[in-house]
């Protein structure tokens, strides 16, 4: 039995094996928890200083702005400098920004375009030093721990999805968001001191000499994208699920007319998908197994949609509500996996930086899409219309990518080429 539990739990060894991996990782966890409550702090004072689901949606318009920009900037030098210093630097500008909405939080009431300013510049800065992270990883641990070094840094976001979402929303039913805003700032101390702490990530030696910088360098890796239909199927269908089927925008909304009550419960709907990716993550030794990884992301995606639409008509029963996220959660996490790990296996280091801010731009930024989608639909119809018909979409959406894209439906692990170095 204890045979059978080490091969189906999480594989830790790039934490035991990389110092910096794990100093990194650490980092991140405190960070990431930080982030949590910024995240639950704007959406709750935008819908008490406003009461409209749509202007609530729009806080996914500012953030989508802000990631496109970082990506675009990030992308115009990060593979060409010092990955570690972009980190610290990238902490430095969190740590002023989250300065800003506690003094703005402080004053009583923020204008709401001083809400969306920092929205925009803390998911900018978050697709710089998210892509520095990402591209730093294959050189901490090495291709071949890949899979677990993604699965142990969803753990991560997971946990601190499921953590920091419950006490926001508890601290802020007691305070208000100044204190969200706050423990933000604190949080952000923790990865710019890993940061600090790791060996410097200078690019690589190529024989290409120099590598490029600026708007070369981020048409170098559009390119690139555009050239290889595999890893353009995985950021298609990851648009797919995040945009029709991620209703995160509506959870204030309903939680105080569906469900009938207050910030708590928003925090528990946010919550609830961290939770059901935690559990299939426990067993993610045998899901890094799987070898037709292609079609575990397709499969995974519908498995998303379908649960995202079962949570829209479950009426006020909380419980199964938040089931239905849970289950979710676990399909997307999987999805998570394996699109991530056959991005960083078959793409060299010198384009790990540029694609990977096209990655988080995707990951992070279809879900902003998502939370105008969803405000808008529920303004014009209701929000469990938005909710239903956004995760049937997104099962629609998954098959007719597997049908544009049969390089993902094929894709088998065993037989990937090889990246560069």
């Known amino acids: 039995m204890s045979g059978r539990l080490r091969r189906i739990a999480l594989d830790v060894t790039p934490l035991r094996v990389s110092h910096d991996f794990r100093l990194l990782w650490g980092g991140s966890l405190i960070s990431a928890l930080g982030s949590q409550f910024v995240r639950v702090g704007l959406y709750i004072q935008v819908f008490a200083l406003t009461g409209s689901p749509a202007q609530v949606g729009l806080l996914g318009v500012s953030a989508l702005v802000g990631n496109v920009a970082g990506t675009f900037i990030g992308g115009s030098f990060i593979d060409a400098h010092d990955r570690r210093r972009v980190l610290i630097w990238t902490q430095v500008g969190h740590v002023a920004v989250s300065g800003w909405l506690v003094a703005g939080a402080i004053g009583g009431h923020p204008l709401l375009l001083l809400l969306h300013v920092a929205n925009l510049l803390t998911w900018g800065l978050g697709a710089i030093d998210g892509a520095a992270r990402q591209a730093a990883t294959p050189r901490l641990v090495g291709t071949e721990l890949m899979p677990a070094a993604v699965a142990l840094n969803q753990v991560l976001w997971q946990t601190t999805g499921i953590v920091g979402p419950a006490l926001a929303g508890v601290l802020i039913a007691r305070t208000s968001p100044t204190a969200a805003y706050a423990v933000d700032l604190v949080s952000y101390l923790g990865l710019l001191f890993a940061a600090i702490a790791i060996q410097p990530l200078p ?219």
């Open 203 to 421: 690019p690589l030696p190529s024989l290409e000499g120099e590598r490029p910088v600026g708007v070369r360098a981020v048409r170098e890796g559009l390119r690139y994208v555009g050239h290889h239909r595999l890893i353009r199927s995985t950021f298609v269908i990851d648009l797919i699920a995040m945009i029709f089927g991620m209703p995160a925008a509506l959870f204030p909304v309903l939680a105080v007319e569906q469900f009938h009550r207050g910030p708590e419960v928003v925090g528990l709907l946010f919550a609830a998908p961290a939770v059901g990716a935690l559990a299939q993550l426990l067993v993610a030794g045998s899901v890094t197994k799987i070898r037709r990884q292609g079609e575990a992301v397709i499969w995974a995606v519908a498995g998303w949609g379908a649960a995202i639409a079962a949570f829209g008509l479950v009426g006020a029963h909380l419980g199964w509500a938040l089931l239905f996220l849970a289950a979710a959660g676990a399909a997307d996490v999987v999805s998570a996996i394996f699109r991530s790990t056959i991005l960083q296996v078959s793409i060299p280091d010198a384009l790990r930086g540029r694609l990977g801010g096209i990655f988080l731009l995707v990951v992070s930024g279809g879900p902003r899409i998502g939370d105008l989608e969803a405000g808008l639909v529920a303004a014009a119809v209701s929000p469990t219309f938005s909710v239903v018909s956004g995760g049937l979409a997104c099962v629609v959406g998954a098959f007719a990518c597997a049908v544009r894209y049969p390089e993902l439906r094929r894709y088998d692990a065993s037989a990937r080429p090889p990246a560069n170095a």
